[in-house]
C-alpha cells in the first residue's frame, strides 16, 4: 500500500491536479498493488480497462484521498488499475474495478488517512524527521509496520508498507528500508 503526503510530495507548492482538493494534513493513496516478498514489482497485469467517474460515493471520495497531482484523476485511476489492480482482482476474485477502488478506499480510509496527524499531531510547521522516528511514531498506530519512506527534495512524499497477501495486513516478515535517511515533515 503506497500513501502519499502532499504537503511533502508538492513540496509547499500547489500541485492539485486539475480536478481534485486534497485536504490539508491528510495521506492520500497512490496506489496497492503485488510485488514479491524481495520488494521487486510483478510484470504488469494490464486489463485495457476505461475507468468511468460515475459521481458515487465512492468516486467522490476517491477524488479527495486518491487524486493526481499532475493529471486527470481518471487517467490516475486506469492507470493504477490497469497496471496492478487488476492483478489483485484476479487473486481477491473481485468482480470489477470498483470492488478493487472500494477495497483500497476502506483500507485507506480505516487505516491511512490520518496517519500523520496521529502520529505527530497537527501542528503547523516544518520538522526533521530520521526514519526510526518515524516507524516509532507509525507502529503506534499499526504494530510491526513494515515500511519504506520516500522522500522528494528532502520532504517525505511516500510511505510504503507491505502487506501480507493472505489477509492484507501488516507484513512482519518483510525486510526493506527507507530511500531517504531523514526528511523533512511539513504540516500545514
Known amino acids: 500500500m503506497a500513501v502519499q503526503w502532499a504537503n ?6 500547489n500541485c492539485n491536479g486539475k480536478d481534485s482538493v486534497v485536504p490539508r494534513n491528510a495521506m492520500t493513496i497512490h496506489g496497492l498493488w ?13 486489463s485495457g480497462v476505461t475507468i468511468r467517474d460515475t459521481g458515487s460515493s465512492l468516486f467522490q471520495n476517491m477524488r479527495t484521498y486518491w487524486a493526481s497531482f499532475a493529471k486527470s484523476n481518471t487517467d490516475f485511476w486506469a492507470h493504477e488499475y490497469n497496471k496492478h489492480g487488476y492483478c489483485m482482482t484476479e487473486e481477491f476474485g473481485w468482480s470489477s474495478y470498483t470492488d478493487y477502488f472500494q477495497y483500497v478506499m476502506d483500507l485507506h480510509l480505516r487505516t491511512y488517512k490520518n496517519l500523520m496527524i496521529n502520529a505527530f499531531g497537527n501542528n503547523p510547521g516544518t520538522t526533521t524527521v530520521n526514519y526510526d522516528t518515524l516507524k516509532s511514531a507509525i507502529r503506534r498506530i499499526i504494530p510491526n509496520a513494515t515500511i519504506n519512506m520516500k522522500c522528494s527534495g528532502g520532504y517525505i512524499s511516500e510511505l510504503y508498507f507491505y502487506l501480507e497477501k493472505s489477509n492484507l495486513s501488516p507484513a512482519t516478515s518483510a525486510k ?4 531517504c535517511g531523514s526528511g523533512k515533515l511539513v504540516f500545514k
Open 34 to 46: 503485488p510485488s514479491l516478498k524481495n520488494g521487486n514489482r510483478l510484470k504488469d497485469c494490464t
Open 8 to 13: 511533502g510530495y508538492c513540496s509547499g507548492t
Open 176 to 179: 526493506f528500508s527507507n530511500s
